[in-house]
């Protein structure tokens, strides 16, 4: 129940295509969903970020997409470029101190 | 830049050695983690700390200790390294009540051989 789904383990998308990752929960008492991008050698760092209460937010090309009914939400990148490509994590927290992470996502995308 | 700093960066050692690794915070940020990073596994948490001496176990906690004596200072000990603790390891820092974001330091790779 503690869980957080994400797929697909890897992604390769041509510049200028929308990459979608998909996470899925079980915990209704989530509260809090984050995205984290991770470069090589670097620790993740806060993307975006969506409460249950709103379906959609949007930041920059970056998009969250929230499902409640489904459980489900997802990160989409509008007219992604090469230096989008990195490893993305998605999570949830039903505190305000902890993170369940879901497995990450290797993003290519090529010129 | 959040201001956290790990110590040190690269490690190898051999198992059966304790290995201490250090996290550095100039915030003063109330809680402070450890998590270790896997293939296939993306980050899973060790241990948390709330406040000066106040810890708690995360997911994998086992082999591992913890101790938070300063505010800014969140140290991580291997009692006895395995290989399967091989790993880099993350310290990350956040505000808590209401400050969800966590903030990530730059890791530690470590090898046990």
């Known amino acids: 129940q503690q869980q957080v789904k994400q797929s697909p383990q890897s992604l390769i998308v041509q510049k200028g295509g929308i990459p979608i990752i998909n996470c899925a929960y079980e915990?209704?008492?989530?509260?809090?969903f984050p995205w984290y991008q991770q470069f090589p050698g670097k620790g993740p760092a806060l993307l975006i970020a969506?409460?249950?209460d709103v379906s959609e937010k949007k930041e920059g090309r970056f998009t969250i997409s929230f499902n409640k009914s489904a459980k489900q939400f997802s990160l989409h990148i509008m007219d992604s470029q090469p230096g989008d490509s990195a490893t993305y994590f998605c999570?949830?927290?039903?505190?305000?101190?902890?993170?369940?992470w879901g497995a990450g996502t290797k993003l290519i995308i090529k010129p | 830049d959040a201001g956290i700093t790990q110590s040190p960066r690269h490690k190898v050692t051999e198992t059966g050695t304790p290995v201490t690794l250090r996290c550095h915070q100039t915030?003063?940020?109330?809680?402070m983690y450890w998590y270790r990073q896997d293939p296939g596994h993306g980050l899973r948490l060790i241990h948390y700390?709330?406040?000066?001496?106040?810890?708690d176990k995360g997911e994998v906690s086992d082999g591992y200790s913890v101790s938070r004596s300063k505010t800014e200072d969140f140290l991580l000990t291997l009692e006895s390294a395995t290989s399967s603790q091989t790993s880099v390891y993350f310290c990350?820092?956040?505000?808590?009540?209401?400050?969800?974001?966590?903030?990530f330091g730059p890791g530690t790779r470590l090898l046990v051989l």
């Open positions: 915990n209704t008492a989530f509260d809090y």
């Open positions: 990350a820092i956040s505000r808590g009540q209401g400050g969800e974001t966590q903030y």
């Open positions: 915030e003063n940020h109330r809680y």
């Open positions: 969506i409460r249950p």
């Open positions: 999570a949830a927290s039903i505190s305000n101190y902890q993170l369940i």
């Open positions: 700390s709330y406040g000066v001496k106040d810890t």
